[in-house]
Protein backbone atom coordinates (compact mmCIF):
# COMPACT_ATOMS: atom_id res chain seq x y z
CA UNK A 1 0.00 0.00 0.00
CA UNK A 2 1.36 4.06 -0.66
CA UNK A 3 0.18 6.86 0.24
CA UNK A 4 2.17 8.69 -3.22
CA UNK A 5 -0.74 10.45 -4.87
CA UNK A 6 -2.82 8.38 -7.80
CA UNK A 7 -2.14 9.23 -11.31
CA UNK A 8 -2.67 7.90 -14.56
CA UNK A 9 0.30 6.29 -14.08
CA UNK A 10 0.02 4.93 -10.84
CA UNK A 11 -3.16 4.48 -10.18
CA UNK A 12 -4.40 3.34 -6.86
CA UNK A 13 -6.22 0.01 -6.25
CA UNK A 14 -9.84 -0.06 -5.12
CA UNK A 15 -8.99 -1.45 -1.88
CA UNK A 16 -6.77 1.57 -1.05
CA UNK A 17 -9.41 4.07 -2.09
CA UNK A 18 -11.81 1.91 0.03
CA UNK A 19 -9.78 2.25 3.02
CA UNK A 20 -8.60 5.77 2.78
CA UNK A 21 -12.69 6.61 2.71
CA UNK A 22 -13.81 4.11 6.05
CA UNK A 23 -10.37 5.78 7.70
CA UNK A 24 -11.72 9.16 6.96
CA UNK A 25 -15.84 7.89 7.75
CA UNK A 26 -14.92 6.56 11.06
CA UNK A 27 -13.07 9.50 12.07
CA UNK A 28 -16.17 11.32 12.42
CA UNK A 29 -17.85 9.56 15.04
CA UNK A 30 -21.38 9.73 16.50
CA UNK A 31 -24.20 11.94 16.54
CA UNK A 32 -27.79 12.39 16.94
CA UNK A 33 -29.88 12.86 14.50
CA UNK A 34 -33.81 13.28 14.22
CA UNK A 35 -35.89 12.19 11.25
CA UNK A 36 -38.69 9.75 10.31
CA UNK A 37 -38.49 5.94 9.35
CA UNK A 38 -39.53 5.64 5.86
CA UNK A 39 -38.38 2.05 5.73
CA UNK A 40 -37.79 -0.92 8.45
CA UNK A 41 -37.01 -4.16 7.80
CA UNK A 42 -35.72 -7.06 10.08
CA UNK A 43 -33.09 -9.71 8.47
CA UNK A 44 -31.42 -12.27 10.70
CA UNK A 45 -32.13 -10.56 13.79
CA UNK A 46 -30.91 -7.14 12.24
CA UNK A 47 -32.52 -4.19 11.14
CA UNK A 48 -32.04 -2.61 7.80
CA UNK A 49 -34.09 0.84 7.34
CA UNK A 50 -33.82 4.67 5.80
CA UNK A 51 -34.43 7.46 7.82
CA UNK A 52 -35.85 10.80 6.25
CA UNK A 53 -35.27 14.69 7.46
CA UNK A 54 -38.63 16.23 8.56
CA UNK A 55 -38.58 18.72 6.32
CA UNK A 56 -36.29 18.21 3.14
CA UNK A 57 -35.94 15.38 0.51
CA UNK A 58 -32.47 14.03 2.72
CA UNK A 59 -32.75 10.39 3.17
CA UNK A 60 -29.97 7.89 4.96
CA UNK A 61 -29.97 4.34 5.23
CA UNK A 62 -29.23 2.39 8.53
CA UNK A 63 -28.19 -0.42 10.35
CA UNK A 64 -29.12 -1.82 13.67
CA UNK A 65 -27.44 -4.97 14.60
CA UNK A 66 -28.92 -7.23 16.88
CA UNK A 67 -27.22 -6.49 19.93
CA UNK A 68 -28.56 -3.03 19.63
CA UNK A 69 -31.83 -3.94 18.76
CA UNK A 70 -32.86 -5.58 21.97
CA UNK A 71 -32.21 -2.27 23.98
CA UNK A 72 -34.34 -0.22 21.57
CA UNK A 73 -38.39 0.41 22.10
CA UNK A 74 -39.90 -3.06 20.24
CA UNK A 75 -42.70 -0.59 18.77
CA UNK A 76 -40.57 1.13 16.44
CA UNK A 77 -42.16 1.12 13.19
CA UNK A 78 -41.95 2.55 9.84
CA UNK A 79 -43.57 6.25 9.91
CA UNK A 80 -42.30 6.87 13.50
CA UNK A 81 -39.91 10.04 14.12
CA UNK A 82 -37.59 9.11 16.05
CA UNK A 83 -33.80 10.33 17.32
CA UNK A 84 -30.98 7.99 16.77
CA UNK A 85 -27.21 8.19 17.68
CA UNK A 86 -25.61 6.87 14.75
CA UNK A 87 -22.33 6.70 13.32
CA UNK A 88 -21.18 6.30 9.92
CA UNK A 89 -20.19 3.25 8.70
CA UNK A 90 -18.53 2.53 5.05
CA UNK A 91 -18.73 -1.13 4.47
CA UNK A 92 -15.38 -1.88 2.11
CA UNK A 93 -16.52 -5.09 0.88
CA UNK A 94 -19.37 -3.85 -0.18
CA UNK A 95 -18.69 -0.25 -0.99
CA UNK A 96 -21.99 0.87 0.65
CA UNK A 97 -21.99 3.47 3.17
CA UNK A 98 -24.47 3.53 6.38
CA UNK A 99 -25.58 4.70 9.54
CA UNK A 100 -24.84 2.22 12.25
CA UNK A 101 -27.09 3.17 15.25
CA UNK A 102 -26.33 2.30 18.67
CA UNK A 103 -29.48 4.25 20.25
CA UNK A 104 -32.60 4.87 18.80
CA UNK A 105 -35.99 6.22 20.81
CA UNK A 106 -39.53 7.92 19.44
CA UNK A 107 -39.56 12.04 19.19
CA UNK A 108 -41.27 13.25 22.37
CA UNK A 109 -45.02 13.41 21.77
CA UNK A 110 -44.84 17.08 23.50
CA UNK A 111 -42.34 18.13 21.07
CA UNK A 112 -44.84 16.69 18.18
CA UNK A 113 -47.76 18.53 19.95
CA UNK A 114 -45.26 21.64 20.45
CA UNK A 115 -44.55 22.09 17.16
CA UNK A 116 -48.25 20.83 15.30
CA UNK A 117 -49.71 23.55 18.01
CA UNK A 118 -47.17 26.55 16.74
CA UNK A 119 -48.23 25.84 13.06
CA UNK A 120 -51.64 25.55 13.70
CA UNK A 121 -51.73 29.23 15.87
CA UNK A 122 -49.81 30.97 12.69
CA UNK A 123 -52.09 28.94 10.42
CA UNK A 124 -55.26 30.12 12.49
CA UNK A 125 -53.62 34.10 12.75
CA UNK A 126 -53.55 34.37 8.33
CA UNK A 127 -57.21 32.67 8.60
CA UNK A 128 -57.35 29.19 6.93
CA UNK A 129 -59.71 28.66 9.84
CA UNK A 130 -62.19 30.90 9.22
CA UNK A 131 -65.82 30.06 9.46
CA UNK A 132 -66.52 32.81 6.55
CA UNK A 133 -64.01 30.86 4.33
CA UNK A 134 -66.03 27.52 4.45
CA UNK A 135 -67.48 26.77 1.38
CA UNK A 136 -71.51 24.97 0.91
CA UNK A 137 -71.33 21.72 -0.59
CA UNK A 138 -73.48 21.37 -3.73
CA UNK A 139 -76.58 19.16 -3.42
CA UNK A 140 -76.18 16.99 -6.04
CA UNK A 141 -72.65 16.65 -7.09
CA UNK A 142 -71.93 15.36 -10.69
CA UNK A 143 -68.19 14.49 -10.40
CA UNK A 144 -67.11 13.33 -6.84
CA UNK A 145 -63.17 13.69 -6.42
CA UNK A 146 -61.82 11.00 -4.08
CA UNK A 147 -58.04 10.61 -2.70
CA UNK A 148 -57.42 7.78 -0.92
CA UNK A 149 -54.94 4.86 -0.45
CA UNK A 150 -55.71 2.20 -3.28
CA UNK A 151 -57.86 -0.87 -2.42
CA UNK A 152 -58.30 0.81 1.08
CA UNK A 153 -61.64 0.46 3.33
CA UNK A 154 -61.59 3.68 3.19
CA UNK A 155 -61.96 4.12 -0.85
CA UNK A 156 -64.57 1.22 -0.45
CA UNK A 157 -66.83 2.62 2.40
CA UNK A 158 -67.08 5.73 0.46
CA UNK A 159 -67.91 4.36 -2.63
CA UNK A 160 -70.17 1.65 -1.37
CA UNK A 161 -72.18 4.41 0.46
CA UNK A 162 -72.17 6.98 -1.72
CA UNK A 163 -73.42 4.28 -4.68
CA UNK A 164 -76.29 3.01 -2.04
CA UNK A 165 -77.37 6.57 -1.59
CA UNK A 166 -77.96 7.79 -5.14
CA UNK A 167 -76.92 4.67 -7.54
CA UNK A 168 -75.69 7.42 -10.50
CA UNK A 169 -72.88 9.00 -8.48
CA UNK A 170 -69.66 8.77 -10.15
CA UNK A 171 -65.69 9.04 -8.90
CA UNK A 172 -62.79 10.08 -10.03
CA UNK A 173 -60.56 8.25 -7.69
CA UNK A 174 -56.59 9.81 -7.33
CA UNK A 175 -54.43 7.24 -5.02
CA UNK A 176 -51.82 8.12 -3.00
CA UNK A 177 -50.11 6.71 -0.44
CA UNK A 178 -51.89 7.89 2.85
CA UNK A 179 -48.80 7.90 5.43
CA UNK A 180 -45.22 7.61 5.17
CA UNK A 181 -43.14 9.79 4.04
CA UNK A 182 -44.33 10.42 0.57
CA UNK A 183 -47.78 10.91 1.98
CA UNK A 184 -47.96 14.51 2.45
CA UNK A 185 -46.64 14.94 -1.28
CA UNK A 186 -48.83 12.27 -2.87
CA UNK A 187 -51.77 13.68 -1.41
CA UNK A 188 -51.33 17.37 -2.53
CA UNK A 189 -50.80 16.47 -5.71
CA UNK A 190 -53.53 14.55 -6.23
CA UNK A 191 -55.43 17.42 -4.65
CA UNK A 192 -54.29 19.54 -7.15
CA UNK A 193 -55.23 17.74 -9.92
CA UNK A 194 -58.62 16.85 -9.08
CA UNK A 195 -58.97 20.81 -7.94
CA UNK A 196 -57.64 21.92 -11.54
CA UNK A 197 -60.89 19.30 -12.96
CA UNK A 198 -63.26 21.43 -14.17
CA UNK A 199 -66.14 17.91 -13.98
CA UNK A 200 -65.14 17.47 -10.15
CA UNK A 201 -67.12 19.15 -7.69
CA UNK A 202 -66.48 18.30 -4.69
CA UNK A 203 -63.38 16.33 -2.95
CA UNK A 204 -62.82 13.74 -0.36
CA UNK A 205 -59.61 12.74 0.97
CA UNK A 206 -59.95 9.50 3.02
CA UNK A 207 -58.42 7.49 5.03
CA UNK A 208 -59.38 4.63 7.66
CA UNK A 209 -58.25 6.23 10.75
CA UNK A 210 -54.82 6.00 12.27
CA UNK A 211 -52.69 6.65 15.42
CA UNK A 212 -51.32 10.59 15.83
CA UNK A 213 -47.92 9.90 14.36
CA UNK A 214 -49.26 8.18 11.25
CA UNK A 215 -51.57 11.10 11.00
CA UNK A 216 -48.72 13.60 10.53
CA UNK A 217 -48.83 13.94 7.06
CA UNK A 218 -52.14 15.27 7.06
CA UNK A 219 -50.55 18.26 9.23
CA UNK A 220 -48.41 18.99 6.40
CA UNK A 221 -47.99 22.73 5.90
CA UNK A 222 -47.84 22.53 2.41
CA UNK A 223 -50.97 19.97 2.04
CA UNK A 224 -52.76 22.15 4.76
CA UNK A 225 -52.11 25.11 2.16
CA UNK A 226 -53.02 23.44 -1.02
CA UNK A 227 -56.30 22.53 0.60
CA UNK A 228 -57.34 25.86 1.52
CA UNK A 229 -56.18 27.11 -1.66
CA UNK A 230 -58.75 24.68 -3.59
CA UNK A 231 -61.46 26.45 -5.13
CA UNK A 232 -63.30 22.76 -5.07
CA UNK A 233 -65.10 22.46 -1.84
CA UNK A 234 -62.97 19.88 0.28
CA UNK A 235 -64.18 17.17 2.54
CA UNK A 236 -62.00 15.54 5.08
CA UNK A 237 -62.41 12.23 6.12
CA UNK A 238 -59.25 11.04 7.87
CA UNK A 239 -61.24 9.54 10.70
CA UNK A 240 -59.81 10.17 13.46
CA UNK A 241 -61.56 11.66 16.60
CA UNK A 242 -59.12 12.18 19.34
CA UNK A 243 -56.06 14.31 17.51
CA UNK A 244 -57.69 16.23 14.71
CA UNK A 245 -55.09 17.28 11.58
CA UNK A 246 -55.14 20.71 10.82
CA UNK A 247 -56.57 19.02 7.46
CA UNK A 248 -59.73 18.75 9.30
CA UNK A 249 -59.63 22.76 10.20
CA UNK A 250 -59.04 23.73 7.31
CA UNK A 251 -61.51 21.76 4.89
CA UNK A 252 -65.11 23.01 4.16
CA UNK A 253 -66.30 19.91 6.06
CA UNK A 254 -65.05 17.19 8.36
CA UNK A 255 -66.36 13.75 8.29
CA UNK A 256 -65.81 11.59 11.37
CA UNK A 257 -65.41 8.96 8.84
CA UNK A 258 -65.15 7.55 5.51
CA UNK A 259 -69.15 6.81 5.46
CA UNK A 260 -70.05 9.73 7.49
CA UNK A 261 -68.11 11.73 4.23
CA UNK A 262 -70.60 10.00 1.37
CA UNK A 263 -73.47 10.43 3.72
CA UNK A 264 -72.83 14.10 4.03
CA UNK A 265 -71.77 15.07 0.15
CA UNK A 266 -74.46 12.43 -1.29
CA UNK A 267 -77.74 12.49 -0.57
CA UNK A 268 -80.07 10.00 -0.06
CA UNK A 269 -82.42 9.32 -3.08
CA UNK A 270 -85.04 7.41 -1.05
CA UNK A 271 -85.44 10.60 1.47
CA UNK A 272 -85.29 13.22 -1.53
CA UNK A 273 -87.86 10.91 -3.39
CA UNK A 274 -89.95 10.76 -0.42
CA UNK A 275 -89.35 14.62 -0.05
CA UNK A 276 -90.96 15.17 -3.63
CA UNK A 277 -94.04 12.98 -3.00
CA UNK A 278 -95.07 15.30 0.52
CA UNK A 279 -94.25 18.30 -1.59
CA UNK A 280 -96.42 17.10 -4.39
CA UNK A 281 -98.66 15.93 -1.57
CA UNK A 282 -98.74 19.57 0.05
CA UNK A 283 -98.73 21.27 -3.52
CA UNK A 284 -101.72 18.93 -4.35
CA UNK A 285 -103.86 19.65 -0.81
CA UNK A 286 -103.17 23.75 -1.66
CA UNK A 287 -104.17 23.41 -4.86
CA UNK A 288 -107.65 21.67 -4.54
CA UNK A 289 -108.12 23.90 -1.18
CA UNK A 290 -107.47 27.04 -3.37
CA UNK A 291 -110.27 25.51 -6.32
CA UNK A 292 -112.64 24.69 -3.27
CA UNK A 293 -112.37 28.52 -2.15
CA UNK A 294 -113.01 30.19 -5.46
CA UNK A 295 -115.50 27.75 -6.60
CA UNK A 296 -117.45 28.87 -3.49
CA UNK A 297 -117.20 32.12 -4.24
CA UNK A 298 -118.16 31.76 -7.94
CA UNK A 299 -121.46 29.92 -6.31
CA UNK A 300 -122.17 32.84 -4.52
CA UNK A 301 -121.83 35.50 -6.94
CA UNK A 302 -123.85 33.13 -8.95
CA UNK A 303 -126.49 33.20 -7.15
CA UNK A 304 -126.87 37.12 -6.96
CA UNK A 305 -129.75 38.51 -8.26
CA UNK A 306 -127.71 40.62 -10.58
CA UNK A 307 -126.20 37.21 -11.88
CA UNK A 308 -129.42 35.09 -11.44
CA UNK A 309 -132.03 36.90 -12.96
CA UNK A 310 -129.86 39.88 -14.96
CA UNK A 311 -133.20 41.69 -16.26
CA UNK A 312 -133.61 42.61 -12.66
CA UNK A 313 -130.52 45.41 -13.21
CA UNK A 314 -132.42 46.67 -15.89
CA UNK A 315 -135.94 46.46 -14.27
CA UNK A 316 -134.68 48.34 -10.88
CA UNK A 317 -132.72 51.05 -13.05
CA UNK A 318 -136.00 51.41 -15.55
CA UNK A 319 -138.09 52.35 -12.21
CA UNK A 320 -135.67 54.58 -10.84
CA UNK A 321 -135.46 56.63 -14.03
CA UNK A 322 -138.76 56.84 -14.56
CA UNK A 323 -138.84 58.29 -11.02
CA UNK A 324 -136.62 60.48 -11.68
CA UNK A 325 -137.85 61.48 -14.54
CA UNK A 326 -141.56 62.23 -13.28
CA UNK A 327 -139.84 64.30 -10.32
CA UNK A 328 -137.63 66.26 -13.21
CA UNK A 329 -141.19 67.24 -14.70
CA UNK A 330 -142.74 68.03 -11.49
CA UNK A 331 -139.38 69.88 -10.38
CA UNK A 332 -139.45 71.23 -13.81
CA UNK A 333 -143.56 72.54 -13.71
CA UNK A 334 -142.91 74.35 -10.37
CA UNK A 335 -139.54 75.96 -11.52
CA UNK A 336 -142.24 77.80 -14.70
CA UNK A 337 -144.90 77.89 -12.31
CA UNK A 338 -142.97 80.04 -10.24
CA UNK A 339 -141.00 82.34 -13.16
CA UNK A 340 -144.57 82.78 -14.61
CA UNK A 341 -145.80 84.09 -11.35
CA UNK A 342 -142.86 86.40 -10.86
CA UNK A 343 -142.63 87.55 -14.53
CA UNK A 344 -146.04 88.85 -13.77
CA UNK A 345 -145.60 90.69 -10.53
CA UNK A 346 -142.82 92.51 -12.12
CA UNK A 347 -144.73 93.33 -15.13
CA UNK A 348 -146.98 94.99 -12.59
CA UNK A 349 -144.27 96.75 -11.09
CA UNK A 350 -143.42 97.94 -14.20
CA UNK A 351 -146.61 99.02 -15.52
CA UNK A 352 -147.11 100.74 -12.51
CA UNK A 353 -143.83 102.38 -12.60
CA UNK A 354 -144.23 102.77 -16.04
CA UNK A 355 -144.84 107.18 -17.86
CA UNK A 356 -147.79 105.62 -20.06
CA UNK A 357 -149.73 104.70 -16.63
CA UNK A 358 -149.58 108.39 -15.60
CA UNK A 359 -150.53 109.29 -19.00
CA UNK A 360 -153.60 106.95 -18.55
CA UNK A 361 -154.55 108.54 -15.68
CA UNK A 362 -155.25 111.92 -17.58
CA UNK A 363 -152.12 113.34 -17.35
CA UNK A 364 -150.09 114.93 -19.72
CA UNK A 365 -146.13 115.79 -20.71
CA UNK A 366 -145.56 119.32 -22.36
CA UNK A 367 -142.61 119.45 -24.87
CA UNK A 368 -141.01 122.47 -26.42
CA UNK A 369 -140.31 122.73 -29.55
CA UNK A 370 -136.83 121.70 -29.32
CA UNK A 371 -137.57 118.92 -27.37
CA UNK A 372 -137.20 119.98 -23.41
CA UNK A 373 -139.76 119.13 -21.04
CA UNK A 374 -141.60 122.03 -20.12
CA UNK A 375 -140.85 121.65 -15.59
CA UNK A 376 -141.67 125.20 -14.64
CA UNK A 377 -143.66 128.73 -15.93
CA UNK A 378 -140.62 129.91 -17.21
CA UNK A 379 -139.92 126.93 -19.53
CA UNK A 380 -142.91 128.02 -21.28
CA UNK A 381 -143.43 131.83 -21.84
CA UNK A 382 -146.33 133.41 -23.64
CA UNK A 383 -146.60 132.55 -27.07
CA UNK A 384 -144.02 129.39 -27.02
CA UNK A 385 -145.42 126.69 -29.44
CA UNK A 386 -145.87 123.28 -27.17
CA UNK A 387 -146.11 119.42 -27.73
CA UNK A 388 -148.41 117.87 -25.57
CA UNK A 389 -148.30 113.97 -25.30
CA UNK A 390 -151.31 112.44 -24.01
CA UNK A 391 -151.85 108.85 -23.18
CA UNK A 392 -153.21 108.09 -27.30
CA UNK A 393 -151.12 110.36 -28.95
CA UNK A 394 -149.78 114.49 -28.79
CA UNK A 395 -151.41 117.53 -29.82
CA UNK A 396 -149.97 120.83 -30.57
CA UNK A 397 -150.67 123.30 -27.96
CA UNK A 398 -149.39 127.49 -27.87
CA UNK A 399 -148.72 129.11 -24.29
CA UNK A 400 -150.51 131.91 -22.85
CA UNK A 401 -148.31 132.51 -20.48
CA UNK A 402 -147.82 132.44 -16.60
CA UNK A 403 -151.04 132.40 -14.24
CA UNK A 404 -151.77 131.29 -10.91
CA UNK A 405 -151.33 127.99 -9.97
CA UNK A 406 -154.73 126.88 -10.14
CA UNK A 407 -155.47 128.73 -13.43
CA UNK A 408 -151.71 127.75 -14.61
CA UNK A 409 -152.86 124.01 -14.46
CA UNK A 410 -156.03 124.69 -15.87
CA UNK A 411 -154.58 127.01 -18.30
CA UNK A 412 -152.25 124.44 -19.86
CA UNK A 413 -154.71 121.69 -20.10
CA UNK A 414 -157.36 123.39 -21.42
CA UNK A 415 -155.14 124.82 -24.50
CA UNK A 416 -153.92 121.39 -24.31
CA UNK A 417 -157.30 120.32 -25.15
Keep these: MTDSPATLETPWPVRLLSSKLKGWIDRLGTVWVEGEITQWGVSGGNVYGKLKDLEQPATVSFQ ?61 AEGLFAASRKRPLPFLPRMIGLVTGRDSDAEKDVMRNAQLRWPSVEFRTIYAMV ?62 EADRPLLDEVADLRASTPTDAAKRVVPDVSEELARVDQARSRIRSRVTHKV ?48 ETQTMQLATRVRALSPQSTLARGYSIAQRADGRLVRTVDDAPEGEVLAVRLADGSIGAVSTGAHGADQAHGSVVGGAE
Design 292 to 339: SIEVDRITALRSRPALARPSWLVDQRADELTRWVSRGEEVTMRLVERG
Design 64 to 124: IWSSVKARIPSDLKQGDRVIALIKPDFWVKGGSLTMQVYEMRHVGLGDLLERLERLRAALA
Design 179 to 240: QGDRAASEVTRAIRTLDADPEIDVIIVARGGGDFQNLLPFSDEQLVRAAAATTTPLVSAIGH
